[in-house]
């Protein structure tokens, strides 16, 4: 959870408040927790910092008391029909990241990761707990932090007489700048400078990566085969609006 600059998680079992931060090669953290009232804060003034930061779980080693781990419910075992009815690509709505649930020898991933499944509907995913609403949302929910809800959505399909519904150019007010989408060698470019451009990779129906940036755009509101909008995301920015002007 992000909670007026502070991440409310739980490490070791423990509830923690934490907040770090690193402007050119300087760097601070800081965590508290409140079960035990302990704080450890750290500085550096070199980015070297960021290789050694289990430096902190070292610590947290040494000044938590150890607690006992929970038992973890047992796997059941799921048929592949019941599997793939669980499968496709998802939308995150808070930053249109896609997500890929796939299915392999019997057995549900998510980035990668093997989802271990409670029940036909209920699967362990690390700390968290992903639910399927079938057919529709996903939601990936841990107690210590936002529920993050991911949209079912369609595979991309694109040629090149349809990327044209994407060029124009859009605004964004909330910061104050244009951004043109332009059409260019039969691919889709976002130009944020005149001399600069990112390549748009599409990832699923109207969704793209921003190679180059990491980031995510998707198109909204169609309309006479042009869309109105669009949201961007990168970094800590999450679904930026684009409004389309010319």
């Not at 991440?7 to 408040?17: E, Q």
């Not at 299915?103 to 409670?118: I, K, Q, T």
């Not at 129906?205 to 990491?214: H, N």
Request: no cysteine; net charge positive; aromatic share 12%.
């Amino acid at each position: 959870m992000y909670a007026a600059g502070l991440r409310i998680l739980k490490t070791k079992g423990y509830g923690v408040y934490r907040h770090n931060g690193a402007p050119a090669s300087y760097r601070a953290s800081l965590e508290y927790f409140p079960e035990v009232g302990l704080s450890i804060a750290g500085l550096g003034n070199t980015s070297e910092f960021d290789s050694s930061y289990d430096a902190f779980s070292q610590l947290e080693d040494i000044f938590l008391p150890a607690k006992s781990t929970p038992v973890k419910p047992a796997e059941i075992k799921l048929g592949s029909t019941k599997l793939v009815v669980l499968t496709g690509a998802y939308r995150a709505v808070k930053s249109g990241e896609r997500l890929k649930i796939p299915s392999e020898n019997g057995r549900l991933y998510a980035n990668n990761f093997p989802l271990v499944a409670a029940n036909e509907k209920a699967f362990r995913y690390g700390g968290d707990v992903i639910l399927f609403d079938t057919p529709g949302p996903i939601r990936f929910v841990n107690p210590d932090r936002d529920t993050l809800i991911y949209l079912p959505v369609e595979k991309a399909s694109l040629t090149p007489s349809l990327l044209q519904q994407y060029a124009a150019t859009y605004h964004s007010d909330e910061t104050a700048s244009d951004t043109k989408i332009v059409v260019e060698n039969n691919r889709l470019r976002l130009y944020m400078h005149p001399d600069k451009f990112y390549e748009l990779t599409p990832v699923y129906k109207d969704g793209f990566t921003i190679e180059g940036l990491g980031g995510t755009i998707y198109f909204e509101g169609k309309k006479a085969e042009k869309f109105t909008a669009m949201k961007a995301s990168i970094s800590h920015a999450r679904n930026v609006v684009f409004t389309r002007i010319k």
